[in-house]
């Protein structure tokens, strides 16, 4: 499967973004997502991922509450969409698949697929 991600920029902090990564290919109901982060000089590190059916959704601790992950099966598309913005919420943002995960999964070595990345910066 092959992964575009985009709708990232420059936004004030308290600001919006929603990012968006469309899939390729007739199965992507049968793929857990995942979006990550990499800020400036760390590691890349999950920030929220949902089950192939959407059922199941898992937040890191940093954004609950202010991040959504969403997916529409019928457009192969998974959403993120950012709320209250931080500047602690900059990096680039990455979504990732999986089709051998039950649910989802918050290690970055369960996805095999990987799109470009999206810059975010949150500015103060």
């Known amino acids: 499967v092959q992964l575009q991600a985009c709708g990232g920029g420059l936004v004030q902090a308290g600001g919006s973004l929603r990012l968006s990564c469309a899939a390729s290919?007739?199965?992507?109901?049968?793929?857990?997502m995942g979006w990550f982060r990499q800020a400036p000089g760390k590691e890349r590190e999950v920030v929220a991922a949902?089950?192939?059916?959407?059922?199941?959704?898992y937040y890191e601790d940093p954004v609950k509450g202010r991040f959504t992950i969403s997916r529409d099966n019928a457009k192969n598309t998974v959403y993120l969409q950012m709320s209250s913005l931080k500047p602690e919420d900059t990096g680039v943002y990455y979504c990732?698949?999986?089709?051998?995960?039950?649910?989802?999964?918050?290690?970055?070595?369960?996805?095999?697929?990987w799109g470009q990345g999206t810059l975010v910066t949150v500015s103060s």
């Open positions: 949902i089950s192939g059916g959407g059922g199941t959704r």
């Open positions: 990732a698949a999986s089709n051998r995960l039950t649910y989802y999964s918050v290690s970055r070595v369960d996805y095999d697929y």
């Open positions: 290919g007739r199965t992507f109901s049968n793929y857990a």
